[in-house]
């Protein structure tokens, strides 16, 4: 009986090899704590965008189109035209981090074309003299410019912009450190001293998917900002976890 409700609902059979194709495997998910924000997108209709986290981050979309199928990663996804669509989310103090507060974001995303140089599938402030965080994913390269009230940290992701594909970025603000670290794909990048770093709260500028001054052009699917800097081996299993999720929607 046990048996039959883990098959029915899980097909543990299917499974992910991150290569395009399903083998067999488990569907067990590695549960990572911390997370504060977690939107998957699998809403797939309507203008609102829900926080599956617990902690109401929820956000609101102009003109992005519910995409699913092949065109998501998981389930449902938002596509962004490059053009006038964007995604506001709501003011929280759970997006805020001080002097003191690691954290981590990842996000997916896949572009065949560029709006232009700094396309942000994601901004939460940054930009002396603003504080904050965000992805410049245009056809510059694809980088994270952490920021406080006085000057800009740039991390650096990939030189070449990747098209074509889903990828994975993960931005790991290490506090105890001092250190900002790129994961793309999963892979460890060249880390930056935050040594001396201010604050990066910006109470007065929402978290937005395709920042209204610098539009992107593509698919975002399953963003999550966690409250602690995640670990390589929380790396592995965000890995294996987003394999394992497709046991559920594909
Ligand atoms: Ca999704």
């Known amino acids: 009986m046990i048996f039959l409700l883990y098959a029915s609902t899980c097909h543990p059979q299917i499974k992910y090899q991150g290569d395009g194709k399903i083998g067999r495997g488990g569907c067990h998910q590695v549960a990572l704590t911390g997370q504060v924000m977690i939107v998957d997108f699998n809403d797939g209709s309507g203008s609102v965008v829900s926080d599956k986290s617990g902690y ?46 690691s954290f981590s974001v990842s996000i997916m995303t896949y572009v065949n074309t560029f709006a232009g140089s700094w396309d942000m599938p994601l901004e939460k402030g940054s930009g002396y003299p603003a504080s904050g965080w965000d992805y410049e994913w245009g056809a510059t390269s694809q980088t994270s410019v952490i920021s406080d009230k006085f000057s800009d940290t740039t991390v650096t992701f990939v030189s070449q912009p990747v098209l074509g594909q889903w990828v994975s970025g993960v931005l790991v603000i290490n506090r105890t450190t001092q250190l900002a670290i790129p994961y793309f794909n999963y892979v460890q990048g060249t880390a930056r001293s935050i040594r001396g770093l201010g604050s990066m709260v910006n109470a007065t500028r929402p978290l937005a998917f395709s920042l209204p001054s610098y539009h992107y052009k593509g698919v975002l699917d399953d963003v999550r900002v966690y409250a602690r800097a995640l670990t390589p081996l929380d790396m592995d299993n965000e890995r294996m976890n987003r394999k394992r999720h497709l046991c559920y929607t594909k």
Do not use: C, I, K
């Open 56 to 101: 109401g981050n929820q956000g609101r979309l102009t003109g992005a189109t519910w995409v699913g199928g092949d065109s998501a990663a998981y389930g449902m996804a938002l596509y962004f035209d490059g053009v006038d669509d964007s995604v506001s989310m709501a003011l929280s103090d759970t997006l805020e981090f001080d002097t003191s507060a």
